[in-house]
């Protein structure tokens, strides 16, 4: 087998640190590489997709570094992809943020504001918040219904197809999609590199998924 | 339901952490990795660490023992002290650390919170405001002042006053650490955390003073804090992390169950 063919990327868009991302993976001894570069994403066999900040600077970063192709090939041959936080939100049609982005559009939905009704719910959420499975998941495979994860988000997103919805989480009065899942593509709202041995675990069945689900 | 945070904070001085009443008398109590990574396998839900004498010895922040926390923690921990810029703020990011403290910094040049928070995002920057109470001086309309320099200097400015201030300036969460409670284990100055909490809507976490798990139920009751901050109640070994979050779910608080 190919060096390559073992290797996971994950992609850098300008869209924060991806520190914790690395060290991660590596605490878990998969073989990781931080990349901008079209053929290395191409070529990994699997891609991780993080990010935080904004939508539209997000969007603007992956047209500039011509990557929004690269995505869209690499989750249609079927490389198992799994998005985190903003890289979360901008694989649905769209986002409210900076004043209504155009997103990928690879899941049926979009990105709304917290509009919390009382002023004990801060935006953004910053936290652990826990996590209903709606289905398993095999990229969740062993983490306990009602598991506490890390998150960090003043938007959260919505998806139009119930079946999408892998895992749901309440916070300002409403119920949002925090895990989505269709065919190859798996993404959390919340940063499974910041949620601690659960997280680890979770980043252990990433890394021998094949991309069924 | 969003759990409320129970954080540990690790004043750090040559690797060590140390423990002071009223930011003075520090004495060693270990390994700040060592102790790190313990209170993460205990379930803690995030970590502080001050560097307390790197502003004070001019020198920059222990930036390798930023590296080995992050190797061997995998929540968000926040880093404070010898920090004077944003090429400080990217170095401690870069490390691994989730987000940045800034306290005395912040007041001489409050453009410091706008600025990380436009480069980083205000998830990153935190304020730590260490107020002292001071009673019926129309000068502070909230009868707390700004001190700074482990209390060792006042500023003549409000606590209200400038958490409001540095909430506009896109500070992403503000720590209250009381200097009248720092250390005597009586419990969080309540009125005051409710008060700077009532005011933004940005977390508010309480600091100062916890002694026994009561207190923090109280904070996140009574004081309306998002999160607390403990430090010598566990550092002495007198409570662990599972007893005192049993101790919270047990009166009714949302805390993290399963880590």
């Known amino acids: 087998m190919r060096k390559e063919a073992r290797m996971i990327a994950i992609v850098d868009y300008k869209a924060g640190n991806l520190t914790s991302v690395k060290l ?37 970063h992956l047209s500039e570094l011509k990557l929004i192709d690269v995505l869209r090939t690499v989750v ?12 979360m939100q901008v694989l649905f049609d769209r986002s409210e943020e900076d004043g209504g982005t155009p997103t990928l559009g690879f899941i049926p939905g979009e990105v709304r504001l917290f509009k919390p009704s009382s002023s004990a719910d801060k935006v953004p959420q910053i936290g652990w918040n826990a996590v209903k499975f709606r289905r398993p998941h095999p990229v969740f495979a062993g983490v306990e219904d009602e598991t506490e994860f890390y998150f960090v988000h003043s938007y959260y997103p919505v ?55 | 339901m969003l759990t409320k945070r129970i954080i540990p904070c690790l004043d750090v001085r040559n690797k060590k952490v140390t423990k002071g009443v009223k930011f003075q008398n520090n004495v060693v109590l270990g390994d700040a990795v060592e102790m790190a990574a313990k209170y993460y396998e205990d379930g803690c839900d995030e970590l502080v660490f001050y560097d307390i004498t790197a502003s004070a010895e001019r020198r920059p922040i222990d930036i390798e023992m930023v590296r080995a926390v992050a190797r061997a923690i995998h929540i968000p921990f926040a880093v404070g002290g010898g920090i004077s810029n944003l090429a400080d703020m990217s170095r401690v990011l870069l490390a691994g650390a989730e987000k940045i403290s800034v306290n005395s910094l912040a007041v001489v040049n409050p453009q410091i919170i706008a ?127 599972p007893r005192i979050k049993q101790e919270l779910i047990a009166a009714g608080i949302p805390i993290r169950k399963k880590w």
């Open chain 1, 159 to 213: 998806a139009i197809n119930p079946v999408d919805s892998v895992g749901m989480t309440d916070y300002a009065g409403v119920e949002f999609t925090s895990i989505v899942g269709r065919d190859n593509l798996v993404a959390t709202q919340f940063h499974i590199e910041k949620s601690g041995r659960v997280g680890l675990k979770v980043f252990e069945n990433f890394s021998r998924w094949g991309g069924q689900c």
């Open chain 1, 76 to 87: 249609a041959k079927g490389t198992p992809f799994l998005g985190i936080c903003v890289g």
């Open chain 1, 24 to 60: 991660a993976f590596e605490a878990i001894g998969a073989e990781a590489v931080v990349t901008d570069c079209p053929e290395v994403i191409l070529q990994a066999d699997r891609v991780v997709f993080p990010g935080v900040g904004a939508a539209g600077a997000s969007m603007r």
């Open chain 2, 115 to 241: 600025d990380g928070a436009k480069a980083f995002g205000s998830q990153c920057i935190v304020l730590g405001m260490d107020p002292v109470c001071v009673k019926d001086d129309p000068r502070f309309p909230s009868g707390y002042e700004i001190t700074t320099r482990g209390f060792r200097e006042r500023t003549g400015m409000d606590a209200l006053a400038w958490a409001r201030q540095a909430e506009d300036l896109g500070a992403g969460e503000i720590v209250v650490n009381s200097v009248d409670a720092d250390g005597m284990k009586t419990g969080y100055e309540l009125a005051l955390t409710r008060m700077i909490a009532e005011a933004v809507r940005i977390p508010v976490v309480a600091s100062g003073g916890a002694g026994k798990p009561s207190h923090l139920a109280e904070a996140f009751t009574l004081g309306k804090a998002d999160a607390a901050i403990i430090a010598g109640m566990i550092h002495t070994g007198e409570y662990t992390i």
